[in-house]
């Protein structure tokens, strides 16, 4: 009797082990949460979500179902509720998106996004079908106070032409330099400000100290790129070090230190450079060149003006 169990067991095994779907093993998500504290009313949040499969010898087919009391409408999945993971792909990247409405409710939102997936094509008579799913923890947080914090994760220079006279007007060395910053904060922000100490080759002379002008902004939770302009009315073509801070209040931000060679070369030798403009010349310079465009202007329009009143009238 006891032989008997034992075969039929084994050959239960057998069949199960044979019509059963191995592709469904081996199943996961990678961080399995959505948490943000910092959200502010209006504030876009994105986090990356990783699908992991072991055994991706098959497509299946995604079904995501979000469930968080009071935030449904605000989240999507770059994928759509509905998506394949296909054959081969052992990582499926998701990007999860929070879009706070301006008028959202303060408070917390707690809840879940479940992923289940199932075969694509038609399922075998007798065969054995394992549903296999994930679920990621979202826990989010809009608050009334607005946080301004960055982190500096990169820092350079572009290629640089001295400054040049152009009929009596000298227009300075413009130096370009591009930042990238990781806005952690929940309100769009920039640094406070950037400074250039300007050394010479050797590193011993201070030449001259540079604060960047025009610094456009990151939104919150994004890592974007800033340009920061400098004009130099002293520099000129040579090869200097550049010692820059990057501020956070009157602080230097993290990683918002640091020295970097800055070479500015001849005028005229760098193809398709942008140096200075009229817009880049002090007020007085500006004025003096803009007045007379203006003057002119104003003149045509007043000529073309009485020229029209004095055009017949059509009956």
């Known amino acids: 009797m006891l032989k008997k169990n034992l075969l039929f067991f084994s050959v239960l095994f057998f069949i199960i082990s044979v019509l059963s779907k191995p592709a469904l093993a081996g199943f996961g998500i990678s961080p399995p949460y959505v948490t943000n504290d ?13 699908i992991v499969r072991g055994n991706p010898d098959e497509d299946l087919k995604a079904e995501i179902t979000i469930n968080v009391e009071g935030a449904n409408d605000w989240i999507s999945i ?6 394949i993971l296909a054959k081969g792909e052992k990582q499926i990247p998701i990007i999860v998106t929070v879009k706070v409405p301006k008028d959202a409710p303060y408070g917390d939102y707690k809840g879940n996004i479940r992923i289940k997936t199932s075969p694509v094509g038609e399922i075998q008579k007798g065969a054995v ?5 994930a679920q990621i923890d979202v826990r989010l947080k809009i608050s009334k106070i607005k946080i ?8 350079r220079f572009f290629n640089t032409e001295e400054g040049f006279t152009k009929w009596i007007f000298h227009f300075p060395t413009k130096i370009v330099s591009e930042l990238e910053l990781e806005n952690l904060g929940n309100i769009d922000c920039k640094p406070t400000k950037v400074v250039l100490n300007i050394y010479d080759e050797n590193r011993t002379n201070l030449i001259e100290t540079l604060e960047a002008k025009k610094l456009t902004t990151v939104k919150p939770f994004e890592t974007g790129k800033i340009k920061a302009i400098f004009l130099s009315e002293n520099l000129k073509a040579g090869n200097y070090f550049a010692n820059y801070q990057i501020y956070k ?4 931000a993290q ?18 450079y942008q140096g200075a403009s009229i817009f880049d ?12 465009v203006l003057i002119a202007t104003s003149l045509i329009i007043i000529f073309a003006w009485k020229f029209i009143q004095k055009l017949p009238k059509s009956k």
């Open 38 to 50: 910092n959200l502010a009313r209006g504030s876009i949040y994105e986090k990356k979500i990783t």
């Open 78 to 83: 770059n994928r759509g509720n509905e998506f």
């Open 148 to 155: 301004f914090d960055f982190i500096i994760r990169g820092f």
């Open 129 to 133: 079908t394992i549903a296999l799913g």
């Open 255 to 272: 990683g918002g230190a640091g020295d970097l060679p800055l070479n500015i070369f001849l005028h005229n030798t760098i193809q398709g």
């Open 249 to 252: 209040n009157q602080e230097i």
């Open 281 to 292: 010349l002090p007020l007085k310079e500006k004025i003096i060149i803009l007045l007379p």
